[in-house]
């Protein structure tokens, strides 16, 4: 039976770098069919809502999706652009990334960082002889997608019970106890045990299967004693238990930031709650390429999945006669769905052609050339995401 995977195009460059990514996953014989689902801009304009009710059945039926990228506005610029009878009739724009995450409730995120041999983008640190090293990263940053500062329990002027409430804590009698109510915002940080378990089991079996030396626990238990201090607890019973070959390692996220570019090489697994993981994993797809390499994905209990490329919809790109972004991220993303399919054989396959390509480095996108992302690009000897794509069929 063959299995059916569901595509989200989204917008702007999301359909280009989707429909290109379709077009390797055929050449390298991966079995399957695909349903593409409706989301993004255009359906809020037409219906006013960017992730239609059919979409979401689409995903919850087969489970599995790759999506490229959707365009966000601000409110009232989203509203400016609703066809001119679902004006002023109440609706909202929510991301409708957001909302399928929420829906879903897809709490792991995972964003690896691999360095590609060649990369012109590799980031490269002067060694203790004078001479520069070009460090091999392999980090998967496991992020916790659903709690913690971006779980949206937050007031400002918050109400009496709450700060009746907060008015029980000593800490906060003696630093905010004389501060009138009107003038506090309050953003809280919740972490939950089943949330925290799970994130954490993730990291712990990603690094047993894909034979990673240590787990490190990224967060600041120093400081944030009750959500990062039950974080590291819960990881250092775990590792005990169940992992007992894997080393766990602990570190702040600021030192963490600090050492990024001294020994980024050292980190293998790392997991963090929703903040640190998304600073974490940003700073770490910096030293191997940017956003033309950064892939991700979220994934739920229920077996719901996606896959997607960590960039937007670059809206001015998308207009370009000839595509020029690089498509890299969007299929290792596909590269991803093949790892969580069990497809290991083509992934792996995918991978080397990628590989191959940089190493050889006779075709570059622009932003591997360090060009200004412009239409002239090509004729100045940038790959166009076409060539890049074709490149890499050829590998295979
Ligand atoms: P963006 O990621 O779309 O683009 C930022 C810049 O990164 C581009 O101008 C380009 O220079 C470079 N870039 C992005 N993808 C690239 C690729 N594949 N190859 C080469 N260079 C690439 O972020 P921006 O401009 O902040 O947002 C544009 C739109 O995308 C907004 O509406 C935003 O809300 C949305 N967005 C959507 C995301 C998603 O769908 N997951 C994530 C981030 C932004
Ligand atoms: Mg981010």
């Known amino acids: ?202 990291a712990f079996e990603h690094a047993r299967k894909y034979k990673y030396r240590s787990v490190t626990v990224c967060e600041k238990p120093n400081v944030i004693r009750e959500t990062s201090g039950i974080m590291y607890k819960m990881a250092q019973q775990m590792q005990k238990r169940d992992f007992p070959e894997i080393e766990l390692w602990n570190t702040n996220i600021d030192a963490q930031m600090m050492w990024l570019t001294k020994n980024p090489d050292n980190y293998g697994v790392i997991v963090a709650g929703n903040m640190f993981g998304d600073i974490i994993s940003d700073g770490f797809a910096g030293l191997i390429g940017g956003l033309g390499f950064a892939c991700s994905a979220q994934m739920s209990e229920s077996g719901v999945a996606l896959f997607e490329p960590t960039h937007g919809s670059a809206p001015k790109y998308a207009e370009y006669e000839t595509p020029i972004v690089n498509p890299i991220a969007m299929i290792e993303s596909a590269c991803m769905m093949l790892d969580y399919l069990g497809e290991d054989t083509i992934a792996k396959k995918i991978r080397g052609a990628i590989a191959t390509v940089i190493e050889e480095g006779k075709v570059r996108t622009y932003d591997m050339m360090k060009m200004a992302g412009r239409q002239d690009v090509v004729e100045k000897g940038a790959a166009s995401t076409i060539q890049m794509t074709e490149a890499i069929i050829g590998k295979l």
Request: charged fraction near 25%.
């Open 1 to 202: 039976m063959k299995r059916t995977i569901v595509t989200l195009p989204g917008d702007g460059i999301g359909k280009i770098v989707l429909s290109e990514t379709l077009r390797v996953l055929d050449a390298a014989a991966f079995q399957a069919e695909y349903v593409e689902g409706d989301i993004g801009w255009e359906f809020w304009c037409s219906e006013g809502n960017p992730l239609p009710q059919r979409t979401i059945d689409l995903i919850e039926k087969h489970k599995v999706g790759l999506f490229g990228a959707i365009t966000s506005k601000p409110k009232d610029d989203a509203a400016n652009e609703l066809t001119s009878d679902l004006r002023d009739k109440g609706y909202v724009y929510k991301s409708p990334i957001v909302a399928l995450r929420q829906h879903f409730n897809m709490d792991i995120c995972l964003r690896p960082c691999r360095t590609y041999k060649s990369n012109p983008l590799n980031f490269i640190y002067r060694g203790a002889n004078g001479k520069p090293v070009e460090p091999l990263v392999d980090v998967a940053v496991f992020r916790q997608n659903t709690e913690g500062l971006y779980g949206g329990v937050e007031w400002s002027n918050p109400p009496d019970i709450v700060y009746e409430a907060l008015m029980t804590h000593p800490q906060f009698v003696k630093n905010f106890g004389k501060v009138p109510k009107e003038e506090l915002s309050v953003s809280t940080r919740i972490f939950t045990r089943k949330a925290t378990e799970r994130i954490l089991r993730a």
